[in-house]
Each structure stands twice: as structure tokens, then as C-alpha cells.
């Protein structure tokens, strides 16, 4: 009796304790007037919004206390929670809009499991739905937002396009199973502390996260041992079931459809106007070009608009850097994204006019002109193509190399040439077991601009150099013809300008590949040994760039081995699975001198 006592005391103060919690998270709700800077607002910001399986979304909502009329709503979704984000709904109300901010489940005061990226198909669309039958709201709805932000917005269209989205502005745009946490099947490390980051807490662990000095400790621990790559929180000793999850579909398969736009059926029903902004030096630039290409193949009539410049990660979302990796970007390239966003908002929702910068479907800057280009299609941006191909013959061009020890080097590169030669090949031996040294470093230079090139085992390639100044614009192409002794490989090409004078000006970032997923991500497809197979690069990021009378473009081709991205040793097991017991023999690699490159050129 006692006990059952016990027990019913217990169990009507918990229910007093949950009507109490749900009196409060009702409050809540209620708006309530904040004075700033002179204005009023009414501001809502423990908001719990209620999916179609009974999670809660939670969401801040700002709107103008002078406002009298139903209004567009600017949604921002994230899974970055931030004490800040509130600046976001208050920039939107200021300029005429019902400012809304969002987060995926699990995070600030949502009380579900934090689980990135497999909700927000549906949980986005439904925070849209939820918008559109507020009394405060016109129905009409827009997004913003860039990296995670900005999959979200494409991840509300999978099933089907709500009618109160508008139009949305995607910046960086991740592609879970397409652009990370790999690119053409290889993984990065990048995304491991990421996990941590984002799910630790219901804001950010940023103690973890850029602790960098534990991650580069553990990548090189990890390197050194050669232990298995899904065995990484256990060299850590902190579980990482996130990132774990994610290497058991190490193919494009089910999982990653489930949550990313891919094929007709997701793209073709897309009618509503979007404009995405990316850079050439934003590792997300792959994830926006893959919406952007597939959104332009399966709907004739896709109203996509482009915005690239020699931006960053961070900087193609809303204030570009002045200074990149030590590059100044031309002055007109230093515009507030942020605001152009806005004027996009207004053109859509207030018919005001087109952003002047738009003036066609694809907006480039041409780094080291100051000037920016227009383009009706990607197609469109190059008038020509120089096609090259990897040779024997040396280039008689000395240039300083760096390996990743920090040895200075004196080197040669082979030479760009415009016949092929099917017979011939240069010859690379990567010892998988040796720990001594990387293949090179992941990144290539550190600054844009570098007198020396990193090149590590691999070989470095060079045209002769341009008769007058030459603007190359677009993403190079080819195919690398190549034969190993393995059954795989991962593999990275890179791309500069050297100068008349020395100098090496990095154009984008690496492609990155695994030879067996190189055709088809959805399957792996592993190498005969020995047999002469081609490799197409077909995914390369784009760059615009004058190249200066007397320059050379230099192409990097490597294997990979270093501590930043996943080890492939060939055997054809899961390469997670893989360990340096694994690497037996060192790997060759045949290069074969009927691989080409092609060069996007604009003449004018």
C-alpha cells in the first residue's frame, strides 16, 4: 500500500509537472512586444511546431508591430543554433517581411533526438505548411540560407513543391551522398568533428569543435597506426554513431536518395524561381552545381539563376572576404550577398526589380579583370576548348616544389601537348604501408598564391605558355586513362596558372575520386588489375580566371595518402574496412599519355 501510494504521488506530480511545462511552452507562444532601435515587434520565440509524425520543430518568429496585414514570411532553417539567430527574423521584419527561423529536430527547444539531415524532407515542408495558415501570413513563403541551410531548402521540394514556397535562395548547398561527407565515394575527415558539433547539445559544441589541434592529433594518430578509418572514435576514445552511420553507405544508395534531390522525378516539378551563390574556393560549390545541373537537365524551362565569384565557403553566403588565402578579389567582386539576397526577395515578392547584378541565368566574376560576366547556361560561358594531353616529354620549366615535410625542391614539369600517345605512359609507385611522408597535402598550397607547388609522388603537367592574355572560364573536363595493380584507387587532379614569373595561382579546389565509383556513384565498379581503364572527370569545380600573357595552366595528378580524407588500399573490401595490413604491395600506377584535359577558353 505503501508503495502504491508512493507511486501515485509520484505520478500526479510528474502530470503536474508536464501541464505545467505545456502552460509555459503556450505562453510561450503568445507574441510579445519588444521595443529595438526604435521599433516595435512582436516576437514569438519558443515557438514548437508540430510535424505530420509528432515531432516538434522549434522556431522564433519576428514580425512589425505596425504591420496590420497578412505578410511574406523569410524562413531560415538550420541545424546551427546559435543565441544570435533571433538577428535573423528582426532583419527580415525590417524589411518587410515576417521574419521565421527554424531548426531541425532535436535542436534548441525541440525535445526529439537530434538527427541531421533524414527529417528535413518532411519537416521542412511542414514548418512551410505550418507558416501558410497563420493568420499573420500571406501564404507566400521564401528561403535563404547556405551549406545545411541551404540542402534544407532543396530537401522541402523532394516529395512535392508547397504551394506557398515561393522561391528559394540556396548558397553553398550541401548534397548528403553526392558532396559530403564524400565526393565521388571518397570520405573527409572534415566531416567527423562536424558530427560533434552539431549534435552534442541543443545549440553547438564549439569547445569541441574547434579544438583543430585534437582532430589534426588524431587524423595523424589515425595515419600512423593504419587502423581501420570507421575505427576513428575509437583512436579518439569519444563515440561518433553519426558519423558511423554514415560510412555503412559508403555507395549513393536508398539511404541518401531518401534525403537528397537526384533524378527527374525530384527536379522536374520544380517551377519556382531560385537563386544559388557559391564560389571557386567553396568546398559546397560541388553540392550547388549538382542542384543546378540536375534542375537544368530535367526541366527545360528551370528558372535557376547562378551567382559565382572567387569566394569561400563562408563568403559566397552573405559578406565575401575581401582577402582569400592571401588573394585580394577585385573590388567588384566585394559585394554584400546578404543584401542582394533581400533585393532578390523583394523582386519576387513586392515586384520590385530583378537584381541588377542578374543579368543572365549564369553570373561569373572574372578574377583579375574586375569585371563580372553574364551567360545564358553554363554552356554557354566558354567559346572554346583547348584540349590537352599528359605526356612524356619534360617542359624545360624548373619550378620550386614543396613536399609535405617542408623540403624545398627544384623539379620539372612534364609536358601539356595536343597529340595523344596510347603507348606511353609515366609510371607513379605509392608504398600504402610507408607513414614516412603523404602523398601530398590534401589542399595543395596553402595561399592562392605560392612560389612554390606542392607535389608530393605525384606529376605535375604544363601548356606552353598563352601567346596573350586568356580568360579561362568554366570547369575543365577530361579523361585519365590509367592502369594499377590493384583493384582500386582514390585519386586528385588540381589546377593553376603559373605566371611568366614563377608564381602559382591555385584556380579551385582538388577533384577528388575513387576510381571504381568514378562512372556511377550508385555502384562500385572495381578496376581489372593491370587493365587499362579510363577515368572521366566530369565534376570538376568551376573557376574564371584572366590568365596573363606568358602564363602556363599546370595540372597536379596524384594518388591519394595522407591523413585527411580515407585511405584506399585497393583490395576492393569496404575502404572503411581497410587497414595498412592491407597495402602488401605499393601501388602502381600506369598514366597513360592518351589521357587528356579539357580547357574551357572565352575568346573575345
Known amino acids: 500500500m505503501r508503495v502504491f501510494k508512493l507511486l501515485k504521488g509520484t505520478f500526479f506530480l510528474l502530470l503536474l509537472v508536464l501541464v505545467a511545462c505545456n502552460s509555459i511552452t503556450e505562453a510561450q507562444q503568445e507574441p510579445r512586444t519588444v521595443n529595438r532601435e526604435g521599433k516595435a515587434y512582436l516576437v514569438q520565440d519558443s515557438v514548437l511546431i508540430t510535424t505530420r509524425d509528432g515531432a516538434k520543430i522549434s522556431a522564433i518568429i519576428v514580425r512589425s508591430k505596425a504591420e496590420t496585414k497578412p505578410q511574406p514570411t523569410i524562413l531560415f532553417h538550420t541545424i546551427y543554433t546559435r543565441k544570435d539567430d533571433i538577428k535573423r527574423a528582426y532583419e527580415a521584419a525590417d524589411k518587410g517581411y515576417v521574419g521565421v527561423v527554424s531548426y531541425t529536430r532535436g535542436k534548441h527547444l525541440s525535445p526529439n533526438t537530434i538527427t541531421p539531415y533524414v527529417h528535413e524532407v518532411n519537416d ?22 547556405g551549406s545545411y541551410a541551404g540542402f534544407v531548402q532543396w530537401a522541402s521540394m523532394k516529395e512535392k513543391v508547397h504551394p506557398a514556397l515561393k522561391t528559394i535562395v540556396p548558397s553553398v548547398a550541401a548534397a548528403p551522398g553526392i558532396a559530403e561527407p564524400m565526393e ?12 560533434h558539433y552539431v549534435t552534442n547539445n541543443k545549440t553547438l559544441d564549439t569547445t569541441l569543435y574547434y579544438n583543430g589541434k585534437r582532430w589534426n592529433e588524431l587524423y595523424l594518430d589515425w595515419y600512423k597506426k593504419g587502423v581501420a578509418y570507421k575505427r576513428l572514435d575509437s583512436l579518439d576514445g569519444l563515440p561518433n554513431p553519426g558519423f558511423n552511420e554514415k560510412l555503412k553507405h559508403p555507395t549513393f544508395d536508398n539511404y541518401w536518395k531518401g534525403m537528397t534531390l537526384y533524378n527527374k522525378t525530384d527536379f522536374a516539378k520544380i517551377d519556382i524561381p531560385i537563386l544559388s551563390t557559391t564560389g571557386y574556393y567553396d568546398g559546397g560549390q560541388f553540392g550547388t552545381m549538382h542542384y543546378l ?18 569566394y569561400s565557403h563562408f563568403g559566397a553566403q552573405e559578406h565575401p572576404e575581401k582577402h582569400i588565402l592571401g588573394y585580394d578579389i577585385d573590388p567588384v567582386a566585394q559585394i554584400d550577398i546578404k543584401a542582394l539576397i533581400f533585393q532578390w526577395f523583394d523582386y519576387i515578392f513586392k515586384d520590385a526589380n530583378k537584381p541588377a547584378l542578374l543579368k543572365d541565368k549564369i553570373n561569373y566574376q572574372v578574377m583579375g579583370t574586375n569585371t563580372w560576366k553574364h551567360a545564358s547556361s553554363l554552356d554557354k560561358m566558354a567559346t572554346d576548348t583547348l584540349k590537352v594531353y599528359l605526356s612524356q616529354q619534360r617542359s624545360g620549366v ?17 609536358s601539356l601537348v595536343h597529340t595523344a600517345d596510347a603507348s606511353s605512359y609515366i609510371e607513379q609507385t605509392i608504398d600504402m604501408s610507408d607513414r614516412s611522408q603523404f602523398s601530398w597535402n590534401l589542399s595543395g598550397n596553402r595561399n592562392l598564391v605560392s612560389n612554390t607547388l606542392t607535389v608530393g609522388q605525384g606529376f605535375s603537367f604544363a601548356t606552353e605558355p598563352f601567346e596573350e592574355d586568356t580568360e579561362l572560364t568554366g570547369a575543365i573536363s577530361g579523361v585519365l586513362n590509367l592502369s594499377i595493380n590493384k583493384k582500386d584507387f582514390d585519386c586528385n587532379v588540381l589546377l593553376y596558372e603559373q605566371t611568366a614569373d614563377g608564381q602559382f595561382f591555385s584556380l579551385t579546389l582538388p577533384f577528388t575520386t575513387r576510381a571504381s565509383m568514378s562512372k556511377n556513384i550508385e555502384n562500385r565498379n572495381l578496376l581489372a588489375p593491370n587493365e587499362k581503364t579510363a577515368i572521366p572527370i566530369s565534376n570538376f569545380r568551376m573557376t574564371s580566371k584572366m590568365l596573363k600573357k606568358g602564363s602556363r595552366i599546370v595540372v597536379l595528378v596524384n594518388g591519394i595518402k595522407h591523413p585527411f580524407s580515407q585511405i584506399n588500399y585497393g583490395t576492393g573490401k569496404d575502404v572503411s574496412d581497410e587497414t595498412i595490413k592491407d597495402a602488401k604491395e605499393p601501388l602502381t600506377i600506369k598514366w597513360y599519355n592518351d589521357s587528356y584535359i579539357n580547357i574551357p577558353i572565352h575568346k573575345h
Open 398 to 414: 624548373a619550378f620550386k616544389s614543396t613536399y609535405d615535410t617542408g623540403n624545398l625542391d627544384v623539379n620539372e614539369h612534364f
Open 293 to 310: 545541373k540536375s534542375h537544368y537537365q530535367y526541366h527545360t524551362n528551370a528558372e535557376q539563376y547562378l551567382l559565382i565569384g572567387p
Open 184 to 195: 565521388n565515394g571518397v570520405y573527409f575527415n572534415f566531416h567527423y568533428p562536424w558530427w
Open 124 to 145: 521542412v515542408y511542414d514548418v512551410i505548411d505550418w507558416i501558410a495558415k497563420q493568420e499573420w501570413s500571406n501564404a507566400k513563403v521564401g528561403m535563404y540560407g
